[in-house]
């Protein structure tokens, strides 16, 4: 499908799946820029977004594209589910629908970005949603978080991601690991960890030891281009494939989502 053919597909799928579609032609056409919209989907679920901002496009990601969840990585009614870097919570929100007999914990570092999930997760009156306000990493501390001058989605520690743009702004945040995590919440197994952590990925799967890793039955990720040793997602699937992962990957050269999908 060509890109112009997909950006009719897409904003047809959008259309269809609003109640109160009109507003999404409004925010299209740069009518409702600057506003606070409340989407009403047909699923039940509501979503607030910044108008004019990414935060639409990655609800129409999850929404239109299911670009976390192809063939075989549907969610199911008594999941656990893990979602780092849940933005707003457009993942989140909609993982909860599905997995309303189970438990979704969704991690957020950025203080405004956090706020805006706290919102969503209240208007769904989703109470299977754990909110973590933190980072995913290495090591449980407290970093600099770059913040993109034009994505509400891509703050991150890895700032050379966004190619040729400058951070204008960083804000320090706390850290956790997946280890800390599974301990504290006491967590014998995950049944779905959905990650969009703009590099921080290959940190935090590195160090997650295997008695964490063989609790994880499947992963649905975003990869990206990162400077270091291995940090790359052809070094990933290895990884995971040496882990006892079936993984399938889409790169950046072939694929405009570049992803990875390991499963067990």
Same mark, same amino acid.
């Given at each position: 499908m060509?890109?112009?053919?997909?950006g009719? +597909? %897409?904003?047809?799928s959008m =259309?269809?799946?609003?109640?109160? #579609?009109p507003?999404?032609?409004?925010?299209?056409?740069?009518?409702? %820029?600057?506003?606070?919209?409340?989407?009403?989907?047909?699923?039940?679920?509501?979503?607030?977004? *910044?108008?004019?901002?990414?935060?639409t496009?990655?609800?129409?990601?999850?929404?239109?594209s !299911?670009?976390?969840?192809p063939?075989g990585?549907?969610?199911?009614?008594d999941?656990t =589910?893990?979602?780092?870097?849940? @933005?707003i919570g457009?993942f $989140?929100?909609?993982?909860?629908?599905l997995a309303?007999k189970?438990?979704i914990?969704?991690?957020? /570092?950025?203080p405004?970005?956090?706020? *805006?999930l706290?919102?969503?997760?209240?208007?769904?009156?989703?109470?299977?949603?754990?909110l @973590?306000?933190?980072?995913v990493s290495? %090591?449980?501390?407290? *970093?600099?978080?770059?913040?993109?001058p $034009?994505?509400?989605g891509?703050h991150?520690? +890895? /700032?050379?991601? #966004?190619?040729e743009?400058? /951070?204008?702004?960083?804000v320090?945040?706390?850290?956790?690991?997946? !280890?800390?995590?599974?301990?504290s919440?006491?967590?014998?197994?995950?049944?779905?960890l959905?990650?969009?952590?703009?590099?921080?990925?290959?940190?935090i799967?590195?160090?997650?030891?295997d008695?964490v890793?063989?609790?994880?039955?499947?992963? $649905?990720m975003? @990869?990206?281009?990162?400077?270091?040793?291995?940090?790359n997602? @052809?070094?990933? !699937? !290895?990884?995971?494939?040496?882990?006892?992962?079936?993984?399938?990957?889409?790169?950046?050269e072939?694929?405009?989502?570049?992803?990875? +999908?390991?499963?067990?």
């Amino acid at each position: 499908m060509s890109v112009a053919a997909y950006g009719i +597909y %897409s904003d047809v799928s959008m =259309v269809a799946s609003l109640r109160n #579609w009109p507003s999404y032609v409004a925010e299209r056409t740069g009518m409702a %820029s600057g506003k606070d919209l409340t989407y009403r989907l047909r699923n039940g679920a509501v979503i607030k977004v *910044r108008a004019g901002t990414s935060d639409t496009e990655l609800l129409r990601e999850v929404l239109v594209s !299911k670009c976390y969840n192809p063939p075989g990585f549907e969610i199911g009614r008594d999941d656990t =589910v893990v979602d780092i870097g849940a @933005h707003i919570g457009s993942f $989140s929100i909609l993982a909860s629908k599905l997995a309303d007999k189970g438990i979704i914990h969704s991690f957020e /570092p950025m203080p405004d970005n956090f706020a *805006r999930l706290r919102e969503n997760v209240a208007l769904n009156n989703a109470k299977n949603i754990k909110l @973590h306000e933190s980072a995913v990493s290495h %090591s449980i501390d407290v *970093r600099t978080l770059s913040i993109s001058p $034009s994505h509400t989605g891509s703050h991150s520690f +890895y /700032p050379q991601i #966004w190619s040729e743009e400058k /951070p204008v702004q960083e804000v320090t945040v706390n850290t956790t690991t997946m !280890k800390a995590f599974v301990d504290s919440e006491g967590i014998d197994h995950i049944d779905f960890l959905k990650m969009d952590c703009e590099g921080a990925e290959y940190e935090i799967l590195y160090s997650c030891p295997d008695e964490v890793l063989n609790r994880i039955r499947r992963i $649905s990720m975003e @990869h990206h281009q990162v400077d270091g040793k291995d940090a790359n997602p @052809h070094a990933l !699937k !290895k990884y995971l494939e040496n882990k006892g992962f079936s993984v399938d990957a889409k790169f950046y050269e072939t694929d405009n989502y570049p992803m990875i +999908y390991a499963r067990r």
